[in-house]
């Protein structure tokens, strides 16, 4: 059945053949799917090529058929942010997260909604590592995988000057001391809240969520972190 008007956002597209794409798209209503888009190389198709770049927003019509729908349409809703540097690299970050930890065709409207918030926030003025970390919170707990931020399994309340470990399954564990991904109960009380804790915290947070993240993922995990790991060495001030 043809899905018309469709609303998406682009994850990822890659040449295909000598005149195509395979797209990767996040839609509003039927989760993350994958197209081809035919014929795109041509002078005519400037526009269509334009709309298919990731980050943009954009109105298809597509045929499913099997693992990859075929494209009928595409337009661009708005222009995609112009981001460059870092927060450029916090983007295929994002769209990496996306792409490996949502199914393919299974809306997940939360997933959606994210997406165009982070994307918004990219663009705009606020700390970039707290922009990342609150995505990934919320992404975690839309797919089912958040855990309790702010307390133990027992319901029992964090304390502030504590360290913990944050388990996949069951969320924070009291350490006895100071391990390379423990983190203080202050970080998860304020990642909690949605408040922005200090740089160090902040800092703490990016290493315990990515073994979060990471039991999600498998042993191959995402190309992205290597990446913001180098950029990292060359800018140690602004942490992602």
Avoid: C
Avoid at 31 to 42: E, I
Avoid at 143 to 163: C, I, N, V
């Amino acid at each position: 059945m043809r899905i018309d008007a469709q609303p998406a956002f682009v994850l990822h597209a890659r040449p295909w053949r000598e005149t195509s794409l395979l797209v990767e798209l996040l839609t509003r209503d039927h989760g993350r799917v994958g197209v081809v888009a035919r014929g795109v190389t041509g002078a005519k198709r400037h526009l269509l090529r334009a709309a298919l770049q990731p980050l943009q927003s954009i109105r298809i019509d597509y045929l499913p058929r099997g693992e990859l729908a075929r494209l009928i349409q595409a337009e661009a809703i708005d222009a995609a942010p112009m981001l460059a540097g870092e927060a450029l690299m916090a983007a295929f970050y994002v769209n990496e997260l996306v792409l490996k930890l949502t199914p393919r065709n299974d809306a997940i409207a939360p997933v959606f909604d994210l997406y165009a918030r982070v994307r918004g926030d990219l663009a705009g003025n606020a700390p970039l590592a707290w922009t990342l970390r609150r995505f990934e919170r919320d992404l975690l707990d839309a797919l089912g995988y958040g855990l309790p931020w702010d307390s133990l399994a027992d319901d029992e309340a964090l304390e502030p000057e504590a360290r913990y470990r944050l388990d996949p399954e069951h969320g924070p564990v009291r350490e006895s001391r100071r391990g390379i991904d423990s983190v203080s109960g202050a970080a998860l009380i304020a990642l909690a809240a949605d408040q922005m804790p200090a740089t160090e915290l902040l800092m703490e947070l990016r290493a315990a969520l990515r073994g979060v993240l990471a039991s999600h993922l498998g042993p191959q995990g995402l190309r992205s972190w290597g990446l913001l790991g180098e950029l990292a060495r060359v800018r140690p001030r602004r942490q992602e």
